[in-house]
């Protein structure tokens, strides 16, 4: 039985179609891309697979329970799909040590190793406000590992990021596609989707189909 499933999916807005009757089967331990031309559904779905949509037709089954019905979030998730909105007067680990206070699972030597861990100094001042773009990303990339979160639901993880900070991320999810964790993403750069991802599905005309 598939780890993630979601199970004729349809979903419309405004009377206007995104998708009809999507089915797709997520298993453990695998990088699954999803691609598509812009505004074709992809962070739709990613927001249908996390709960924070509800489909109007068809349910979506995490580890054998469906989601809006079983539970309302599915656990142990990390999710990039909007950027967080930060708290732009407070520093990088001021901003995650708020989010992890929701769960208050990790310590801030957690989250400090998770910023180094993405290429961010946990001890700089440096508000958010004054942060790049591509510090932005990272930030949103920590929040979404930072409590070794096993499902990884990543929209665009690479937005903005120079060339050695992309090598680097690769090379993390990757390793996490190692240790076991599950990953799903979507990235217009063609190279990430190839050097990262066991099975890739195109959005195209309201459907899913595996290329």
């Known amino acids: 039985m598939a780890f993630i499933e979601m199970k004729n999916v349809s979903k419309s807005f405004k009377g206007m179609i995104i998708f009809e009757d999507i089915n797709l089967s997520i298993d453990k331990g695998k990088i699954y891309g999803i691609i598509g031309h812009n505004g074709s559904g992809k962070s739709v779905l990613f927001k249908i697979l996390c709960g924070f ?4 037709k068809g349910e979506v089954q995490i580890d054998g329970k469906i989601l809006g019905r079983d539970i309302t979030f599915p656990d142990n998730f990390g999710v990039i799909i909007d950027r967080p909105g930060y708290i732009s007067n407070k520093t990088g680990l ?17 989250i400090a190793t998770t910023m180094s861990l993405v290429g961010l100094q946990p001890n700089a001042e440096q508000k958010v406000k004054d942060y790049s773009l591509g510090m932005k990303q990272k ?17 665009e993880p ?7 900070s992309v090598q680097h991320i690769r090379e993390l999810l990757l ?14 750069n063609q190279d990430d989707i190839n050097l990262l991802c066991d099975k890739v599905y195109r959005i195209n005309n309201y459907n899913l189909e595996e290329v």
Not at 53 to 56: D, E, G, I, K, T
Not at 139 to 152: G, R, S
Not at 175 to 188: N, V
Request: net charge negative.
């Open 158 to 164: 690479f937005n903005a990021l120079d060339n050695d």
């Open 139 to 155: 930030l949103a990339i920590a929040q979404a590992i930072m409590e070794n979160q096993q499902v990884l639901v990543l929209d």
């Open 94 to 110: 001021e901003n995650l040590r708020s989010l992890a206070l929701i769960q208050n699972k990790i310590s801030d030597n957690d």
């Open 53 to 56: 949509s509800a489909p109007n």
């Open 175 to 188: 390793q996490f596609k190692k240790e076991g964790r599950t990953i799903i993403l979507t990235s217009h």
